[in-house]
């Protein structure tokens, strides 16, 4: 299994960055994503996550109305849309995959079995 993020950056608070996340070796049509994010000296914190046919999805207080999820089957990609960025969204974000049909609990890291390698995001103030 391999995650590769991309669209990681440097951007002024108010900003917009879209995450990519592409998939291979899984079914990823059959399988749950989130994203998260960890900050220097923090916890790694969930993000957003989508069911495998995006039937669902499930936001952080903290980013609900700023930031959409969404994933193309076809392409095997999870997206991150992320606007009005603050500087507290700074953090290295990571895409993770749960290879299950129906998953539980997509807040928790311990659902997901496989991580990508993560992508900086840097907002200024």
């Known amino acids: 299994v391999q995650l590769v993020e991309s669209g990681g950056g440097l951007v002024q608070a108010g900003g917009s960055l879209r995450l990519s996340c592409a998939a291979s070796?899984?079914?990823?049509?059959?399988?749950?994503m989130g994203w998260f994010r960890q900050a220097p000296g923090q916890e790694r914190e969930f993000v957003a996550a989508?069911?495998?046919?995006?039937?669902?999805?499930f936001y952080a207080d903290s980013v609900k109305g700023r930031f959409t999820i969404s994933r193309d089957n076809a392409k095997s990609t999870v997206y991150l849309q992320m606007n009005s960025l603050k500087p507290e969204d700074t953090a290295v974000y990571y895409c993770a995959v749960c290879r299950r049909l129906y998953c539980t609990n997509y807040a928790q890291p311990t659902t997901y079995s496989d991580w990508g390698q993560g992508t900086q995001v840097t907002v200024s103030s």
């Open positions: 989508i069911t495998w046919n995006g039937g669902t999805i």
């Open positions: 070796g899984l079914t990823f049509s059959s399988s749950g």
